[in-house]
């Protein structure tokens, strides 16, 4: 099976915090991430698809297209907002690691699939930091 990656950057910050919680739950479960001022990360998103190479082109999909696609779909909505209040499809969610590559990889799926109906979409990891990331991948 044949694959492409490519990767993106961008920053945000939120504020790991349980609306049903007090504070002091808050702070106990996430610990600092708790804190209500927030906090920032420059992420790293790598978006995998996989699929057959359009004769055409000899590519799954054209890089310059997965990046135009995944700059409307992901990029312009999290990049420096607070992932807390200001993405309207993260509304009511925790933003962490694993909800945002959950949320990422729903909203890339079938657009993928229409700009290059000869691939899909394989994986998405999103690393918050060097040490933390979490991926998403097909069944």
């Known amino acids: 099976m044949l694959s492409f990656t490519k990767t993106f950057e961008f920053s945000a910050s939120h504020t790991l915090l349980n609306p049903d919680w007090d504070l002091e739950q808050n702070l106990a479960r996430f610990g600092k991430c708790a804190n209500p001022g927030g906090h920032g990360h420059n992420y790293i998103l790598e978006v995998t698809v996989t699929g057959r190479l359009d004769p055409q082109t000899a590519m799954l999909i054209e890089a310059c297209e997965l990046q135009k696609l995944v700059d409307r779909e992901i990029i312009e909505h999290l990049d420096h907002r607070n992932l807390n ?35 899909s979409l394989r994986k998405v990891t999103l690393w918050e930091t060097r040490k933390i990331f979490a991926t998403w991948e097909a069944d």
């Open 85 to 119: 209040t200001d993405v309207a499809w993260l509304e009511g969610k925790i933003p962490t690691t694993e909800v945002l590559v959950l949320e990422i990889a729903s909203r890339l799926a079938t657009p993928i699939k229409i700009k290059a109906p000869n691939c």
